[in-house]
């Protein structure tokens, strides 16, 4: 996956890191707390990223997929297209023998 693909989601991703450290700028007394919320934050970034990318390749699965069920529909098709020409073919053939029969 190209980074343009998903771009957007980094800056938007950046953006909320940045609004959750100016969010917990007056805790920086705490240290742990605001430690945790940026970590926190990173780690919901990076979860929206990776299922991004998750739902992309699922996407691109999906549609090989239906591209393969495509193709074999038409192989399938084609096939029953020529089975059927050669049982009429076939039956002509018996009905042509019969009426020869009947005829003579």
Not at 7 to 13: C, E, S
Request: hydrophobic share 50%.
């Amino acid at each position: 996956m190209e980074i343009r693909e998903i771009f957007i989601d980094i800056v938007l991703t950046v953006v909320m890191i940045v609004s959750t450290l100016v969010l917990i700028l007056r805790f920086w007394q705490d240290l742990t707390i605001a430690i945790a919320a940026t970590l926190m934050m990173l780690s919901l970034g990076g979860l929206f990223l990776s299922m991004q990318v998750k739902v992309k390749r699922l996407e691109r699965s999906v549609i090989s997929r239906e591209r393969m069920l495509r193709t074999n529909l038409e192989e399938i098709s084609k096939r029953m297209a020529q089975k059927h020409d050669m049982a009429i073919t076939h039956l002509d053939e018996l009905i042509g023998e019969y009426s020869k029969r009947v005829y003579r």
